[in-house]
């Protein structure tokens, strides 16, 4: 199975190499993207835009030839979820890591510096997000961090093909499993609305913060592995 890999904000491939060896182990054939104006100046990524990562992706499965699971983590989650609406009909599976199927929408706000946005740092996040991540993955992993396109995270996808959600889901969240997220999931307006449109969604709780790739990468494999087998 050919498996398309999407990173978060601020990351590239190499944030997916704590689990391509588990994928590859299982007989998968694991695709870790970088996208497109990540590290770039301004001067080469002003006009990039998440349309631009959609695409990317899109390119990705079409090269592909047969379906795929895509797995998006964080903001990535945007990108897969745009790149299944596209050609739901090739793609077997999302998996989506500590973020849900957007509505549509951006993704958020951050400040845009020399015309991109850098790394804001760990610390910018809440503890729930970065409390496992020990001081010296903070300082081995802050260095890998690239800007992205100032566009990226505030350019709303466009989603319109109703058959995505006819395509099955799977949820990793950091702390949250099915029945705490079931719990919560109405009170998120239109993101609780589309995920109740999915005709197959699965939750399972990975135990972590928002980096499990980082924090709990065994974890992390043995769950993708067991979500593209389903």
Known sequence: ??????????????????VLHALKTAGHRPFAMTMPGVGAPASESSEIGMADWVDAVVNRIDEAGEPVVLVGHSGGGNVVWGAADARPEQVRRVVFVDTVPPPGGAISDFTVVDGVIPFPGWDFFPDEDVSDLDAETRARTAPLA???PARVPTDEIV???ESRHGIPVTLLMGGLDQQQFESQVDGWGPYGEEYRAIADATVVKIGSGHWPQYSAPERLSELLV???GR
């Not at 199975?1 to 704590?18: K, N, Y």
């Open 159 to 161: 989603l319109t093909r």
């Open 226 to 228: 067991e979500a593209v």
């Open 1 to 18: 199975m050919d498996i398309i890999l999407v990173p978060g904000l601020w990351l590239d491939a190499s944030s997916w190499d704590p």
């Open 146 to 148: 690239q800007s992205v």
